[in-house]
């Protein structure tokens, strides 16, 4: 270890020890440090008015080096280059973030948060694995809860399509919560992603933690995709602090005919209010996402590539994937011949086909 790490870990400690202070959060902390100068004179400052400072003190590296017991897991503070950057404007974002997996995943590339109800339709289950698969195919970081549900869909599709994904949990890494989530956040990890957290091990859970690590959900996205939500919950209070917050919100609209009922109340009130911001297909949705969706076509996968394959790859790549029907129609083609052409496609490994007949691009990573 080097006398950098060293003198970060001691920081670290510093930051995780002062934030322990009885009445004293994120915004409390930073503007109290604010106040005297540095994390230094914080430091002295509390030794020096707290006469138990060294029992809380105690507890406090206990519960650290408890955490970062388990191999692979790892914690950062606010200072280390690791640490999200969109969090850095956020004013109440965790200044020690305990973690699993990739380090790096939160700054890897553009996220989007995918949200939705613990309670979804088969439809918004289905939705949130598409549109996961999707913004993975694309080059985008899927960011959402873990919960089950839609939250869980995304996570999913993301892995499915060898994307990466950051699960952000309302409470402590271990155990993962839900227990029967414990298989999907060892594949998170896998495909290089992360599970984070601003809770150390054996930390007591609250209910609102799951409602404040919303906050962090969508600080984290430059864009936000609600899938399903009823009158009140979580997806419809990350809707709102996304339109807050300024972060682009696209809302699924469901059909007036065959989607109705509670569990849809959230996306209507929205939608009644901003209509723009509906959309109805993954067409639609791609498209408001705008042209940073848009993927080049690497050369090296195009070369060889026979060229009655060339205008159907390139339609695939540009729009992200699509049914069999929507790239006929594209590329002036019978489905029926595009659809021998995509199974060469799919044993040259250049598209994948995902439920709901859907055809993603492979190999663009």
């Known amino acids: 270890m080097s006398v950098h790490q060293i003198c970060d870990m001691d920081r670290l400690k510093k930051w995780w020890i002062l934030s322990g202070a ?10 109290w440090i604010e106040s005297v100068g540095s994390l230094e004179d914080a430091w002295d400052q509390a030794k020096r008015r707290d006469s138990s400072f060294s029992s809380k003190e105690r507890q406090r590296l206990d519960s650290l080096a408890l955490t970062l017991s ?30 699993s997996g990739n380090q790096r995943a939160m700054n890897d590339r553009p996220f989007a948060a995918v949200v939705g109800t613990r309670d979804c339709s088969q439809r918004a289950a289905e939705l949130g694995f598409e549109v996961g698969c999707f913004l993975a195919g694309q080059d985008w970081g899927v960011v959402s809860g873990l919960a089950r549900g839609v ?40 495909c290089g992603g992360a599970l984070i957290s601003e809770h150390a091990h054996e930390a007591e859970v609250h209910r609102w933690h799951f409602a404040a690590r919303n906050r962090l959900i969508v600080a984290m996205a430059e864009a936000l995709v609600m899938i399903q939500s009823p009158a009140r919950g ?28 509670k569990r849809w109340a959230g996306n209507r ?13 993954m067409e639609e949705l791609f498209a408001r996402l705008g042209q940073t969706l848009r993927a080049a076509t690497p050369n090296q996968l195009e070369q060889g590539l026979p060229a009655d394959l060339l205008p159907i790859w390139r339609w695939i790549v540009q729009k992200g994937g699509a049914q069999i029907s929507d790239i006929a129609h594209g590329c002036k083609m019978e489905p029926e011949a ?28």
């Open 234 to 261: 979580g997806a419809l209070l990350s809707a709102q602090l996304a339109l807050d917050s300024g972060v682009d919100c696209w809302v699924y609209r469901p059909d007036d005919r065959t989607e109705t009922g």
């Open 151 to 190: 939250d869980a869909m995304a996570h999913r599709g993301a892995c499915y399509a060898e994307g990466l994904t950051v699960a952000c949990l309302g409470s402590p890494l271990r155990p993962i919560y839900p227990r029967d989530h414990r298989e999907l956040a060892g594949e998170i990890v896998r």
């Open 338 to 365: 595009i659809g021998r052409k995509l199974f060469i496609m799919e044993l040259k490994g250049l598209v994948q086909r995902i439920p709901g007949g859907w055809y993603v691009p492979q190999g663009l990573g």
């Open 70 to 99: 388990e191999e692979g897991f790892w914690a950062i503070s606010w200072e280390d280059q690791a640490y999200p950057r969109s969090w850095r404007e956020l004013r109440d974002a965790p200044v020690v973030v305990f973690g």
């Open 22 to 31: 009885e009445g004293v959060g994120p915004v409390k902390l930073k503007d």
């Open 269 to 281: 009130t929205i939608l009644d209010e901003f209509p723009d911001m509906g959309w109805s297909s």
